[in-house]
Structure formats: C-alpha cells, structure tokens
C-alpha cells in the first residue's frame, strides 16, 4: 500500500509519497536513526507535490484552519489533484499520512481519503521537516526561516485577540501593586512618625492620619519657627481650627529635640514622597476601580471592587474565575485552612476572599456560613455573565445585589426572596429597556446634527450664490407649490366662514320661528280665557 505524507509547512503545502516501506520494522531505532540522514531517508520519501500559498494571509487562515482540524477548500483542492482517485465500494490501494488525527479523520468524511497518524508517520513527517529546503529546489532556507516567523507572529498575534478594554491581567497586577503600596505607605509612615517625633512628639497625638501627618511635617519643617501666622495653612491642611490651634500651643511648650538645617530638609524630602507615595495609592485604587467596572461590571456592583478584583487576582484570570464553581469560590483564598481541615479532619473553612463583604459582616454569626454559600453562588453567576457577554451592562449585577439583600432580610425577618428566574427576568428587562432610551438617544442626536447641517448647507449656497441651476428650479417649483396650497387654504376658509354665516342666519330665522310660535300660542289661549269668562 503506497503511503504519502501531508506537510503543512509556512510556504505552502506539500506532499510526499514514501517507497519501499518495511512494515514490520516501522517502530525500531533504525528507521528513527535513519531519518536524519538524507541519503537514506531522500530514497524512501520524494516529493509528489507542491501548492505554494498566496500571500501571508492566506498562510495565516490556512494555518487557524489546520489548527482547529479543518479542511479548507484549497487543501482539498490540492489532495484531489495530487492523490489518486477513492473508487466507490473499492478498498483504496494508498493512506493518507497526517500530523493532526482531527485533520485526518474531517479529511476522510468530506473526500473519503483514508488517513493515518501514527508514530511511524510523525517520524517520516519528522524527517520531512528537517530536509524540507532540500526537496525544493527553489526554496531557499532564508526564505523558510522568514515565512516560518512571519507566520508565527501573525498567528500568535491572531490568537492573542483580545478586547482592549476587557484585560483581567491589568487587574491583577493593579491589586498586587496596591497591597504592595499598602505596605509601603504604612511602613514609611511609621518611619516618619519616628523620624519627626524626635523634634516634634505632641504631633503624633494630634494628627493621626498618616497622610496628613506627612502634610503637616512638610509644612511645619522647624517648630521653634511655628507661630499664628501658620494657623490659617493648617486649617486647610487639617480642616479643623481647633486642631491647628493646639498644634501650634504644643509647639510652644514641646520637649522635642532641635534638628539641624540639613535633617530638616530630609525630613521635609522623605514626607514629600510619601505624600507622593499616598496620592498614587489613591489614583491607582481610581483606575482599579475604572478598570473593574469595563471588565467585571456585575461582579463589581454585586461585590464591591476591591474583593472582585482579588477573586479575579487569585483565580489567575476572569475566565478561570468563571470556569469555578461557587463551592471553589466561596473558599478561594483559604486553601491552606482548607488542606489542614482535610488532613485533621476537622471543620473545613466557610469562606475564603469573600469574607471581607459586607454582606458576611452584616449577617449574624450562626448565619455567616450561609451567607457565603449564597454570595458565592450569585458571584459565580455574575462572573460566568461577565466573562462570556459581549454586552457591557450592570443591571445583572444590580439584581443579583438584591437578592443577596433580600437573603439578609429572610434571615433576620423570614421574608422570602425572590427567585433566579424572575431576577434573571426583570435584569434582561431593564436591559432591554436601557439599550432602547440609548438607541433612541443616539438617533436623535443624529438627526439634530443632519438637519443643522442641512440648514448651513442651504444658507451657505444662498449667501455664496452659488446654487445652481437645479437648485433653483426646484426652489422655484416649492415656492409655487406652497403658493398653491395658501391659495386652496384661501378658498376653503373663505368657504367655510360663508358657511358659517349662512349656519348662523338658519339658526337665526330659526330662533326667530320658534320666537314667533310660542308668542301666537300664548295670545291663543288668552283670548280662549277671555270668552271663558
């Protein structure tokens, strides 16, 4: 059975028919040491066909096509011109030797080509590899080595698609840099507490914000020099008057130690970066905020930003987050208390990351288990609808943060909450209902600007003069037609008040009838009256 070799090299495709195979000896060292070797090996495998690609991009869709296991129509192309013919109910007298067996068996439903992979065939497709540039003679290796990379770049590149706004790692590595600012913050803050207390100690008493301790040390520098001149830039560093005044009447009567000019000058530098240090802390907490609300809206307003962040930090990426289940995520976190439990046997741990929400703190202590259980579950939810949504909405969140609510209030007052099913409803509802206004929104803006535009257009040409012909015309021909419809509107009020006047001397002669007959009848019967009598 003849057997050929399907390559799938960066310059194009290829195949190769192998001779004289020995069937029984296919998985020794010989054959595997044998490939190396070009004079053996060019005997047993040559060349059958070759089908350069076209452009780079074409090479970059064939290669996705080959990745995913599919036959493209240039591959099939090429195999039924090149292989022998597959006879109908007839055993075909050759195979079909691939790397990839998803390949080989799509191969084989669409054509019928029989199709192997095997260690035989990687070993033979190994060989074909590493002799490639001599079975193609105007192939040169430079050229292999540059489309091989041109390919693996785009290919990674293709791969590596990805929303720009939706990148979990920006995330990550934003809530590891504010731990670590945490630390650094507070470290340097102690350090210029201790620093700044050998001049000035009642200070450490009267401001214990580390952040404006560091202000107020910068700003005082020498408190033999502090006087009520300075109380009016301590109320604006402090915000408090009477905090400013007793700064200054500590300074008066201090113990500290004088410092020299140049021990000053440190002091007043190394507060100037921790300020620096905490006024960055600050901007990144904004960003991280910022960054949560376009990567995980629902997760963020169900949980709060910092803790989403951290599940996210800890799961490694938003889809792994996604891919837990809620019994992984309520513990994620505390791994270690639980393999400790396990090997003890004792209580596993209830939560993990998601017990600094609130929602855990609020619960009373006989209930803190189950609150987590259930705020895990409604986080899993949230996270599975944020990772795979095209939609960028936080009306799940929102829904989801409710029942949550609801949860709290059915343990405390046995109110029952309401279900998933109608949360999921009334979420999708209101959705629904804010794509509308924005739809709605964005159309009227567009036409505000198009009939503007218009208007400009037409008092442009008329004060440029310089409309033609057209134009004209048909400014011409709606000046008649609005002439016409004044003209007809004219006639139908002249028409319609001729009318009236006419209605009204009908009603008149009318009233005047009826005036008549009721006159003639009361003359009747008092002459009736008077013969009476």
Request: glycine share 6%.
């Amino acid at each position: 059975m003849a057997v050929y070799l399907l390559h799938e090299a960066a310059s194009g495709y290829s195949l190769f028919q192998a001779h004289g195979i020995d069937e029984i000896g296919q998985k020794t060292e010989a054959v595997r040491n044998s490939v190396t070797d070009l004079n053996r090996f060019g005997k047993v495998v040559k060349i059958a066909a070759f089908s350069p690609f076209g452009s780079a991009l074409d090479a970059l869709n064939q290669c996705n096509a080959v990745s995913e296991g599919l036959m493209t129509d240039e591959l099939r192309n090429f195999l039924e011109l090149n292989l022998p013919k597959v006879k109908e109910g007839k055993k075909p007298k050759f195979s079909l030797g691939v790397a990839e067996p998803k390949i080989g068996s799509h191969i084989f439903e669409e054509t019928k080509i029989p199709c192997q992979s095997n260690e035989f065939i990687l070993e033979l497709l190994r060989g074909v590899r590493f002799h490639f540039d001599r079975f193609i003679s105007d192939l040169k290796l430079t050229d292999l080595d540059k489309a091989q990379l041109g390919l693996a770049h785009s290919y990674s590149r293709a791969k590596v698609k990805f929303n720009v706004n939706r990148v979990d790692n920006m995330v990550i590595q934003a809530i590891f840099l504010l731990d670590t600012l945490d630390k650094d913050v507070n470290t340097f803050s102690m350090r210029i507490r201790e620093w700044y207390s050998w001049h000035f100690p009642e200070l450490v008493k009267i401001v214990n914000d580390n952040y404006l301790y560091a202000k107020v040390a910068k700003y005082i520098e020498n408190k033999s020099e502090l006087s009520e001149d300075k109380i009016p830039g301590l109320i604006e560093i402090l915000g408090d008057e009477d905090k400013a005044k007793e700064i200054v009447e500590a300074a008066k009567a201090s113990m500290g130690q004088d410092l020299s000019v140049i021990d000053l000058i440190n002091v007043k530098q190394f507060a100037q970066r921790v300020m620096d240090l905490a006024q960055y802390r600050k901007n990144l907490h904004e960003y991280l905020v910022n960054k949560m609300n376009d990567i995980a809206p629902n997760l963020a307003s169900l949980i709060g930003e910092m803790v989403g962040a951290r599940l996210i930090s800890h799961a490694g990426s938003l889809t792994n987050l996604a891919k837990c289940p809620s019994s992984t995520l309520q513990i994620l976190g505390a791994e270690k208390a639980l393999f400790r439990a396990l090997k003890t046997r004792g209580n596993t741990p209830k939560y993990g990351l998601i017990f600094h929400s609130s929602f855990i703190g609020r619960a009373s202590a006989k209930n803190k288990g189950r609150m987590a259980r259930y705020l895990a579950n409604k986080c899993s939810i949230a996270s599975r609808i944020d990772c795979f949504s095209e939609t960028n909405t936080t009306a799940f969140g929102d829904k989801l943060r409710e029942q949550v609510e609801e949860r709290l209030d059915f343990y405390d007052k046995g109110i029952a909450p309401r279900k998933n099913v109608d949360m999921m409803k009334a979420a999708i509802e209101s959705n629904k209902d804010v794509a509308s206004a924005k739809k709605s929104s964005k159309t009227k803006k567009s036409k505000g600007d198009v009939e503007p535009m218009e208007e400009d257009k037409s008092a442009a040409k008329a004060t440029n003069g310089d409309a033609s012909e057209e134009d004209m015309g048909t400014e011409k021909k709606k000046k008649k037609k609005e002439k016409r419809k004044s003209q007809e509107n004219g006639e139908n009020g002249i028409e319609s008040e001729q009318n009236g006047t006419a209605k009204k001397k009908k009603s008149k002669s009318k009233d005047v009838e009826h005036v008549g007959t009721v006159s003639e009848v009361k003359k009747k019967k008092k002459s009736k009256s008077k013969t009476d009598a």
